[in-house]
């Protein structure tokens, strides 16, 4: 097994759970089902993590596919410039997740409303950004995505 192999097995990761674990949030949230919430910042954790894992690998991967004829170095760098944007994002809302593990325990504690709508704006920025450097990714390989768009 290569960083080819671990990152294609690891980069869904992040994409799929920071999305998911805003959904838990909002669902926390409009319930006020505090077990929800402590779900979705650790599931924010754990996105940030395999981010940096995906980001770590994709240069290991980017030196294999690089010289395989088909493959546009253009298409690579587009990538990897929205991945650093991605991992920044994705590092941020792990640190709030562990925020919100450690401190935000309880709806009582002062700015606790502040803090679930700054998180859940930065799940939606990181969302966004993940899917954004998940599309370019494909766009390396599958290049039936190739539509003009970009």
């Known amino acids: 097994m290569n960083s080819a192999h671990i990152h294609l097995i690891v980069n869904h990761v992040p994409v799929i759970l920071t999305i998911f674990s805003l959904f838990v949030l909002l669902a926390g949230y409009f319930t006020n089902k ?5 779900l ?10 395999f981010a940096i894992i995906t ?8 030196d294999i596919v690089e010289d395989i004829a088909g493959f546009s170095h253009d298409a690579i760098e587009n990538h990897e410039h929205a991945a650093e ?3 920044l994002f994705a590092i941020l809302l792990g640190i709030f997740g562990l925020g919100g593990i450690f401190y ?16 859940i704006l930065l799940a939606l920025v990181a969302s ?4 954004y450097t998940g599309y370019l990714g494909g766009m390396i390989r ?4 190739y539509s003009g768009l970009i």
Request: a positive charge.
């Open 34 to 38: 505090p077990e929800y919430r402590k």
């Open 40 to 49: 979705a910042f650790f599931g924010f954790v754990i996105a940030a993590i």
């Open 55 to 62: 980001f770590y690998t994709g240069d290991g991967a980017e």
């Open 85 to 87: 944007n991605s991992r």
């Open 104 to 119: 935000f325990k309880d709806d009582k504690v002062k700015g606790f409303k502040v803090f679930i709508i700054v998180i």
């Open 128 to 131: 966004a950004y993940l899917i």
């Open 142 to 145: 599958h290049t039936e995505l």
